[in-house]
């Protein structure tokens, strides 16, 4: 707790010494709010014209108006306070949210950028055997109309050589036979 404070302060021409637990500069504020209300009001003709008492009681009138806007006001402060508070944590959820989704995402997309790229070494796999069956393929066929020219010329060869033997074979049938 803080040590009681004495001070003098001057309200309304007059000097009061007033004592608080509030800092010398606190009571001096307040002071100065009461003398500053007194000075308002006494640019007011009518108000001048009322007793001293009513003066008062209309001051102090004042001053609890005052009071009670300010509390007021505080509460709606406090209220939109809350508010905004409540609304901060929303967002921050939503934030929390969104980064866990984010990173979820990142995760898929690393994940799907991994399949993408041992489809690609698949497809460059199977595009490679493909060139190398096709070029087997063609090997292949080369081979095999080479192979069917040399079959048909053996072939040709081999009935050129029994036609000789059929022409021989004739002749000497026909030499025998005269």
Do not use: C
């Not at 001051?59 to 806007?69: E, P, S, W």
């Not at 979820?104 to 489809?119: C, R």
């Not at 087997?136 to 079959?151: A, C, F, R, V, Y």
């Amino acid at each position: 707790m803080s040590t009681k404070t004495d001070t003098e302060v001057i309200i309304a021409g007059k000097v009061f010494t007033l004592s608080g637990y509030e800092s010398e500069e606190y009571l001096q504020k307040v002071a100065s709010y009461i003398n500053n209300k007194i000075t308002e009001y006494n640019k007011i003709d009518s108000f001048r014209r009322q007793p001293m008492d009513t003066q008062n009681v209309l001051l102090q009138l004042n001053i609890a108006d005052d009071y009670f806007k300010a509390k007021k006001q505080i509460s709606i402060l406090e209220e939109d306070l809350k508010n905004k508070n409540d609304e901060v944590y929303e967002l921050k959820h939503d934030l929390i949210a969104a980064q866990m989704k984010l990173e979820n995402m990142e995760k898929s997309v690393k994940d799907l950028q991994a399949e993408a790229n041992e489809n690609a070494k698949q497809i460059v796999r199977m595009e490679t055997e493909l060139k190398e069956r096709k070029k087997h393929d063609l090997i292949t066929s080369q081979m095999k109309q080479e192979n069917k020219g040399k079959n048909v010329k053996r072939l040709q060869s081999e009935t050129n050589e029994s036609a000789k033997q059929i022409v021989r074979m004739e002749t000497e049938l026909k030499e025998r036979n005269k």
